[in-house]
């Protein structure tokens, strides 16, 4: 016999396994590897200003200090290490700005 309401529970419950698989896998959204994503965006921009602008080694360097508080106000949204390396980045440079 079918049975209407075991079926909204295995659904509710695969629905719950996608989104949790999706989120972790797909979007590398568990903590750790989320937060090595980030500090590996973060070491390529320093390769990269290294060789192309040191002095701006020290702006990228005050803007680590910020990477985990926007990684933390980002939880529930969809951003990409990238785009949390911006962030800490553009903020860094708008108290430079304010500074000067």
């Not at 602008?53 to 933390?72: H, M, T």
Request: overall charge neutral; proline content about 4%.
């Amino acid at each position: 016999m079918f049975d209407k309401n075991n079926v909204k529970i295995t659904f509710s419950l695969l629905s719950k396994f996608i989104y949790f698989f999706y989120k972790t896998i797909f979007m590398g959204r568990t903590q750790p590897s989320y937060t090595s994503a980030i500090d590996r965006e973060m070491e390529k921009f320093e390769r990269i200003l290294r060789r192309a602008s040191p002095n701006l080694l020290p702006v990228l360097e005050r803007a680590k200090g910020k990477i985990r508080y926007f990684q933390n106000a980002s939880y529930d949204e969809e951003l990409s290490p990238i785009e949390i390396v911006f962030l800490s980045l553009l903020s860094e440079l708008e108290e430079e700005c304010k500074n000067d």
